[in-house]
């Protein structure tokens, strides 16, 4: 049944206060729920009846008010308990049976690992006990949990207040949340862990103590993730003036998670790969990527969990806020332009075909049958694109004062993204409700910008905006495009532009385009108008459109050499490889003259000095198929893969004496020492191994067993896709050296799983009975199912539609036992719009055969979705 935003109606009643007490036992769990109830005075005089979700829990007992409702009476049903006629205040005490340890969706409470632990958004806590599970129904939680002493910890929410023995070999501990959260925030682990122990001392000098909880032999892994921790509370405190609120944080590791982590409030549970690392079993990106979620799941403590999401219709207000959040620390601790590349490649991969494809939705939806479908790429990193878009409109300080009052306003509260526009707009004193339109259509605008004759000293563009029409069947009007431009003469240097001829002069402008068109010049400063000036345009990628324009290649190159906003240096590139590529792939190039002409650039670019390394390592990311695909109607996606394969090939071809220079031994030694030079280094293997060298050969062979785990990596990734026989050799010593260390070997499968030379469907079956692979397991799943649907385009788009057939019968299987992970996964097998006839036959083919074996509701939707829009 789907639920509108429209249909939002404030609960019946509040909940002033939840006592709940968690008895687990080995065959079964036993939980009270007591809910001291009081009428809500936004509801209206005429509501009396209040929901208590539950699914798959055993009811023992009801009583309302210390009177016990005969089970005959009881008014359950599917969805729950269905109290009517309730008085103005009351209490309400449950008692039921939930089973985690069959429990295999890993929603609401089940075992991992040995360890019982909580998964409750959105809408798990259903699955623990009976409660009104909705997000904008806030209280104080006090909790006893009981549990055999084989489990020392018992850990909650909030403060620890008593601890003590229970019945013969059992214990409990009572724990209480200061802070009133909705029940999706609620977190409970018990276990036999160790912990890794610091603290941080906040701004106003109160002292929290800081504990990571791993499964046991792992306790040294967590100093990354603890540093990551200490550094992200500092920068909140810094940037936003936020401090840490409880004398306790702790974090939990658990090895099997549908998600990358979760933040309920003071015990953030994640994933155990986003904790567990260090380099010797993580590769730098791994690194960066565990102190992007710490960093991630921390701020939600106020953007999240301080302010909550009224319903969730209004996901992307607390997670496309705390993403945007989590750039900006990042760019803050790295590179800029680098972390900017990589925000905008995710975006281009993931959440632009999402906008082309049937699960199209505006980052706020209208409707949604099945909330576990929309933790989706537009929520999350198009709402981060919305948010920067005001943020970069208000500047650094109105966006600080937006932020400052929308907590002074709505701390404690579940609100809407209109209350955190609002404050926005309010604060600075400005009109932000053109904005609104971002959150209400779906679609990635595309962008037009032409030049047009100017007179002396003068340039004009033209600007038009469209927004193709999307299976959500949202409007499609104009919204606001910040449109960061500036310009560069024939030397490079940037030229100061005026908009009117007696304005002041700056090397950059902001233009907001807020209509369909808009015309605008651009007047040079003294000395300027006689030179051809090149537009660099969309400037750190201003807003999240489809740019097209009219610059040649030669134009180009010039911005790829000497563009001061490197973001638009590295976006040059991708331009520039992309049309090789695609040109390839279509037979209308040979490629030589253009990975000539690329060669050459970045030939220029090893040579500045002033460049990081990491930077220029990362001017070496060609463009992935999924977003090469986008280019050609109907792309080839196999066909494409070869023709990158072969401009990574004429590149390495093109630079193979400077490549050559870079892996003699001390050259890349130094490289070695450092992570941008690493890096770079595995970038230049890269290259060699496909162009061929005996040299680069070699050396990735040897590299395979070095022990830091980005120049091992680095080195079999680069071997992959090779016919040489050094990647059977490589990957087979990689496995044997990892055997025992489960999360390394996620990187094992991925990588068998990717290569085009051995990552067939039959290789995929015999890896699904290798010993390391847990099919309970989510990690494992994305490591050999993902990877070989994401990454290993010549199998998995295979002419016979071997790949899709065999996708369909895995999704079968694991949507029996995790309808969360079966709908994330069967994506790719959605996306057909860009294909032709045969291959959307196929995947048709394959979605029907998933339709016939009736799915669980949340894999059932996208399908229906899909094969809907392509009848």
């Not at 979700?53 to 729950?80: C, H, M, Q, V």
């Not at 906008?355 to 505006?362: G, K, L, Q």
């Amino acid at each position: 049944m789907l639920k509108h935003r429209s249909g939002y109606m404030p609960p019946a009643y509040l909940v002033i206060a939840a006592h709940l007490d968690i008895s687990i036992f080995d065959d079964q769990t036993l939980v009270t729920t007591r809910l001291e109830l009081t009428k809500n005075p936004d509801a209206g005089t005429g509501a009396n009846e209040m929901r208590l979700n539950g699914r798959d829990l055993e009811l023992k007992r009801l009583s309302i008010d210390n009177i016990e409702i005969a089970k005959d009476d009881w008014p359950l049903d599917d969805a729950g308990i269905h109290l009517t006629n309730l008085p103005e205040s009351c209490v309400v005490e449950s008692l039921s049976v939930c089973h985690p340890e069959t429990n295999t969706a890993l929603e609401g409470l089940y075992l991992s690992g040995g360890m019982y632990c909580t998964q409750c958004e959105p809408e798990g806590f259903r699955r623990i006990g009976f409660y009104p599970d909705r997000p904008d129904v806030m209280t104080i939680f006090t909790v006893r949990i009981e549990a055999d002493i084989a489990y020392p910890q018992l850990l909650s929410n909030g403060n620890l207040v008593e601890t003590g023995a229970a019945s013969e070999g059992r214990h409990f501990a009572v724990w209480h949340d200061p802070h009133p959260k909705p029940s999706y925030l609620f977190a409970c682990v018990v276990g036999d862990l160790e912990c890794a122990e610091d603290n941080f001392i906040t701004a106003s000098g109160r002292d929290v103590a800081l504990h990571i909880y791993v499964e046991k032999g792992n306790v040294g892994l967590t100093g990354h993730a603890m540093d990551s921790l200490k550094r992200s509370m500092k920068w909140d405190e810094d940037r936003f003036g936020l401090e840490y609120d409880l004398d306790l944080f702790q974090i939990v590791a658990v090895s099997h998670f549908n998600m990358g982590a979760m933040e309920n409030k003071g015990l953030n549970i994640f994933n155990s790969k986003f904790v567990l690392a260090d380099t010797n079993t993580a590769t730098d990106t791994d690194l960066h990527r565990v102190e992007s979620i710490v960093a991630h799941e921390y701020f939600h403590n106020w953007t999240g969990n301080r302010v909550t999401c009224r319903d969730w219709f209004q996901l992307t207000l607390k997670e496309g806020l705390t993403v945007y959040r989590d750039q900006c620390f990042s760019a803050d601790t790295h590179d800029e332009g680098v972390q900017r590349a990589d925000d905008v490649s995710l975006l281009r991969a993931a959440q632009f075909p999402e906008d082309r494809s049937p699960t199209a939705h505006p980052i706020r939806p209208e409707s949604y049958r099945e909330i576990n479908n929309f933790y989706t790429a537009t929520v999350y990193e198009k709402g981060a694109e919305v948010i920067r878009m005001m943020a970069a409109f208000l500047g650094r300080d109105g966006f600080r004062k937006g932020m400052d009052l929308y907590f002074k306003r709505h701390d404690g509260s579940a609100v809407t993204c209109d209350d955190f526009v609002a404050a926005l707009a309010d604060s600075n004193d400005i009109d932000l409700s053109g904005f609104a339109r971002w959150y209400e259509q779906a679609g990635t605008p595309h962008l037009s910008v032409k030049r047009v004759a100017g007179g002396k000293a003068t340039i004009t563009l033209d600007f038009e905006q469209t927004l193709p029409e999307t299976a959500a069947k949202t409007p499609r009007n104009a919204v606001p495009i910040p449109v960061r431009l500036g310009f560069l003469d024939a030397a490079g240097h940037p030229v100061a532009t005026s908009l009117t001829p007696d304005g002041v002069s700056a090397d950059e402008h902001v233009v907001l385009m807020q209509t369909a068109t808009h015309r605008q010049s651009f007047h040079a400063a003294s000395g300027g108008g006689d030179v051809a000036l090149t537009p660099s345009l969309l400037r750190n990628f201003s807003a999240p459109v489809v740019l097209a324009d009219d610059l040649s290649t030669a134009e180009r190159l010039h911005l790829m050499a000497h563009d001061t906003d490197r973001f638009n240096r590295w976006d040059a590139a991708q331009t520039l490889a992309a049309d090789a590529i695609v040109a390839a792939a279509t037979g209308g190039n040979s490629l030589d003259a253009d990975a000539a002409a690329l060669s050459g650039a970045y030939r220029n670019i090893l040579g500045e000095a002033d460049l990081l390394d990491a930077f220029k390592a990362s001017m070496f990311a060609l463009p992935g198929v999924s977003v090469l695909e986008s280019r050609l109607k109907p792309a080839d996606p196999v066909a494409l893969y070869h023709a990158r394969m072969r401009l990574q090939a004429a590149l390495g071809d093109g630079l193979a004496d400077i490549i050559a220079t870079y892996l003699k031994d001390d050259a890349r030694h130094a490289l070695q020492a450092s992570d941008g030079g690493r890096a770079l280094l595995n970038a230049l293997l890269m290259l060699g191994v496909a162009a061929s060298s005996a040299q680069a050969e070699d050396i990735a062979a040897a590299q395979v067993l070095d022990a830091n785990m980005t120049l091992s990596q680095g080195a079999v990734m680069a071997l992959n896709n090779s016919t040489s026989t050094a990647r059977d050799v490589g990957l087979s010593a990689f496995h044997d050296r990892w055997l025992d260390n489960p999360l390394v070997m996620e990187k094992w499968f991925q990588m068998e799983s990717m290569s085009v030379v051995g990552g067939t469907v039959a290789r995929l079956k015999t890896l699904m009975q290798h010993p390391s692979f847990d099919p309970n397991n989510p990690n494992k799943l994305r490591a050999v199912l993902g990877a070989f649907m994401s990454g290993n385009p010549v199998h998995f788009y295979a002419e016979d539609g071997s790949g899709f057939a065999f996708i369909a019968d895995c999704l079968i299987d694991i949507d029996s036992r995790n309808p969360q992970i079966s709908a994330r996964m069967v994506l790719p097998l959605t996306r057909m719009s860009a294909y032709d006839d045969r291959r959307k036959a196929q995947m048709m083919a394959a979605l029907r055969q998933i339709d016939n074996a009736k799915p669980s509701n949340d894999l059932a939707e996208i399908v229906e979705k899909t094969l809907a829009a392509n009848s």
